[in-house]
C-alpha cells in the first residue's frame, strides 16, 4: 500500500481535527490550504500520466508486428493445409 498517497489526507484530518477541538480559523485556513496543496498535486499526476500514454508507437515496430503477424498467419495455414 502506498501510504505516501495518502498522508496528505492524514495531515488535512488532523488538520481539521484541530480546527474543531481549538475552535481554530488557522488551523481551518491550514485545512484549506492542504487541500489545495492534494488536488494541484493529484491534477499535476494525473496529467503526467496522461502525457506518457500518448506517446505513439513508432513506425519500426508497427512494421515488426505486422511482419510478425502476417508469419503468425503463414505458419498457421500451413499447419492447417497440411492436416495436422
Keep these: 500500500m502506498n501510504y505516501l498517497r495518502y498522508f496528505p489526507f492524514v495531515v488535512a ?46 513506425e519500426e515496430v508497427k512494421r515488426a508486428l505486422n511482419d510478425l503477424a502476417q508469419r503468425t498467419t503463414s505458419i498457421e495455414l500451413g499447419i492447417k493445409n497440411r492436416g495436422f
Design 13 to 58: 484530518s488532523v488538520l481539521l481535527t484541530l480546527a474543531g477541538v481549538f475552535h481554530s480559523a488557522a488551523f481551518a485556513a491550514a485545512t484549506v490550504a492542504a487541500l489545495v496543496v492534494i488536488a494541484v498535486r493529484d491534477s499535476i499526476y494525473e496529467y503526467l500520466q496522461a502525457k506518457v500514454f500518448k506517446q505513439t508507437i513508432p
